[in-house]
């Protein structure tokens, strides 16, 4: 426990700047205990914290900066990266969408302070082509809010902190195994909830070969697109498609056919719509299985206007 202790002591910063990096980056590392430990440790030092808070918000502010170029440069293909490897997929559906489609880049000051929205909310700020200075003006300040925080909490609970690293102290050559197993059970727990969303949207799907039968033989249902706008004119969509993004701006009388698409991996934003609609009186709600880009590479008809 010296060890770690004399770590954080002497290469604070850089531990400050490693974690929030790697953590802000999409790799499951905590990124709050090593800050509130290097803050908890200054104050006890009589050091300023303000290097803290620039380090650790400088080191989000880069790895968001990233999420932002591979937007812009990748899209929706980043983003169904993002959602096949995301211990938190629900972040990948309807909430962060929605809230970044109503109010854009100054949600970015909250995000990080939402489980799972910073990475794609940043990715969603490139796909949807907000400007780089916009950008990095609301991420900068919501990055220093976040990392403010978490030097507060060190600076105002350091004696809790003291006691706590007492306590691991006592346990000798255990803490570290200690440490590491809390961690281990975090990424457990992340992998855990992961696997129940999927469970949840286990559900009956209809092919885009079923669909444009149905739709060639008349009976076409309602189709519901609830891709974000920018993907949407850059890809064009299924003829006859309403456009939303969660259930209250459906806002429709109830049918007995729905599909809805998105362009998820697992269809997620589909799924979860699916759900909610069969709740509200609609009889039968089927996800398009492969999204919209199923629906593309079999040949069916495209719309753009």
Known sequence: ???????????????????????????????????????ALAVDQGKSLWPIVLVAAGAAVMADWLWY???RRL?????????????????????????YGRWGAPSLIVAKFVPGFAAVATTLAGETGTRAGRFLLFDGIGALLWAGLAVALGAIFHEAVNSVLERLEDLG????????????IFIAWKLWRRQSFLRQLRMARITPAELSQLISGGTSPLIL??????QRALSGWIPGAVFVRTIGEAALTPHDEVVVYCDCPNEASAAVLARA???HGFKRVRPLAGGFQAWKDDGHDVAFE
Do not use: W
């Open 277 to 279: 609609l069969n709740k």
């Open 75 to 99: 899209g929706a293909k980043l983003l169904r990266l993002m959602c096949r490897l995301s211990l938190s997929p629900d972040s990948c559906v309807l909430m962060t969408r929605g809230i």
């Open 173 to 184: 050559r255990y803490a570290l195994p200690a440490i590491l197993g809390l961690i281990v």
């Open 225 to 230: 697109d609830v891709r974000p706008e920018p």
């Open 69 to 71: 170029i591979g937007g």
């Open 1 to 39: 426990m010296e060890t770690l202790v004399h770590l954080i002591a002497v290469y604070g910063l850089l531990v400050v700047f490693v974690s929030v990096f790697l953590d802000q980056g999409g790799i499951p590392v905590p990124a709050y205990p090593p800050i509130i430990l290097t803050a």
